[in-house]
């Protein structure tokens, strides 16, 4: 199983950002999938999950608005598209399979994990 981020670099402040999950190994539709972050020196958290199926997603609150989480299932892939991007978000992202079809916020209940991409934000 594998996972790939890419769609990461350096933006400023206000622009947009859109994350790329690459999948293959799994049955991707039968997964659940996620998007969590870590900055530095601060512990991973939860950004976005989506279901399966696609129709049932959640939100962080500081993502809540700001970024929206997708699927295709055709292309056996993940997407994250960040918008209004803050200082605060910058960090490493990480896109993840969950063993529950429905997402979640707990990233011990996610399998499989990608080797995350890096966003920067300048103030």
């Known amino acids: 199983v594998q996972l790939a981020e890419s769609g990461g670099g350096s933006v400023q402040a206000g622009d947009s950002l859109r994350l790329s999950c690459a999948t293959s190994?799994?049955?991707?539709?039968?997964?659940?999938m996620g998007w969590f972050r870590q900055a530095p020196g601060k512990e991973r958290e939860f950004v976005a999950s989506?279901?399966?199926?696609?129709?049932?997603?959640d939100y962080a609150d500081f993502a809540q608005g700001r970024f929206t989480i997708s699927r295709d299932n055709d292309k056996n892939a993940a997407y994250l598209q960040m918008h209004r991007m803050r200082p605060e978000d910058m960090a490493v992202y990480y896109c993840?399979?969950?063993?529950?079809?429905?997402?979640?916020?707990?990233?011990?209940?996610?399998?499989?994990w990608g080797r995350g991409t890096q966003v920067t934000v300048s103030a």
């Open positions: 989506i279901s399966r199926g696609g129709g049932s997603t």
């Open positions: 993840a399979a969950g063993r529950s079809g429905s997402g979640s916020r707990d990233d011990s209940d996610y399998l499989f």
């Open positions: 190994g799994l049955i991707f539709r039968t997964y659940a």
